[in-house]
T-cell receptor
Framework: KAGVTQTPRYLIKTRGQQVTLSCSPI?????VSWYQQTPGQGLQFLFE???????NKGNFPGRFSGRQFSNSRSEMNVSTLELGDSALYLC?????????????FGPGTRLTVL | AQKVTQAQTEISVVEKEDVTLDCVYE???????LFWYKQPPSGELVFLIR??????QNEISGRYSWNFQKSTSSFNFTITASQVVDSAVYFC????????????????FGSGTQLTVLP
């Protein structure tokens, strides 16, 4: 089975721009979660989607948004980029997103904001 | 509130040495799940093990072993006869299904331990 894929792998943007990241979950997995990883804050939960619905959201400003499509693929969008948004963005998929499920992670998208 | 503490920020060992990575967690509930992930320089988090709070049996998988002790809220990870390829950041994480249904689906991660295995 193919793993979680994320595109693009690297992005460089400037402050004020917006960016869209994409995640394709493992085949058959219906839950997709997003995490932000920075040296200062570590791994932090952004949001989780299941059946095209956001079920859970972490403590991030409204500039961070996401969506999920009927094929379970997910995108996250960050508007009005700030320098502090530079991070590795990791997507994880699990079968139904239950707390007992194991989340499998993709390789991440490394976003640099200049 | 949930919390995971990995007090060891960096560990350096010489190849073939054994190394133990510590993980201490906090949760108010009796039902929870613990995980270990490995993050090599490529960035992807690789799942290693999942353990539920009802199963305190230690587990061994090849050179890896895990010691879960509920009494001390610890879930430590040992690599036996370490190899250079084990060099990575290792994360311990907690999932608590008994908190509100929304929050239950997120993992709380420790800050990670950078393991460097020298040849």
């Amino acid at each position: 089975k193919a793993g979680v894929t994320q595109t693009p792998r690297y992005l460089i943007k400037t402050r004020g721009q917006q960016v869209t990241l994409s995640c394709s979950p493992i085949s058959g997995h219906r839950s997709v979660s997003w995490y932000q990883q920075t040296p200062g804050q570590g791994l932090q939960f952004l949001f989780e989607y299941f059946s095209e619905t956001q079920r859970n959201k972490g403590n991030f400003p409204g500039r961070f948004s996401g969506r999920q499509f009927s094929n379970s693929r997910s995108e996250m969008n960050v508007s009005t980029l700030e320098l502090g948004d530079s991070a590795l963005y990791l997507c994880a998929s699990s079968s139904v997103g239950g707390a007992t499920d194991t989340q499998y992670f993709g390789p991440g998208t490394r976003l640099t904001v200049l | 509130a949930q919390k995971v503490t990995q007090a060891q920020t960096e560990i350096s060992v010489v190849e073939k040495e054994d190394v133990t990575l510590d993980c201490v967690y906090e949760t108010r509930d009796t039902t929870y799940y613990l995980f270990w992930y490995k993050q090599p320089p490529s960035g992807e988090l690789v799942f290693l093990i999942r353990r539920n709070s009802f199963d305190e049996q230690n587990e061994i998988s090849g050179r890896y072993s895990w010691n879960f002790q509920k009494s001390t809220s610890s879930f430590n990870f040992t690599i036996t006869a370490s190899q250079v390829v084990d060099s990575a950041v290792y994360f311990c994480a907690l999932s608590d299904p008994t908190i509100s249904s929304g929050s239950a689906r997120q993992l709380t991660f420790g800050s990670g331990t950078q393991l460097t295995v020298l040849p």
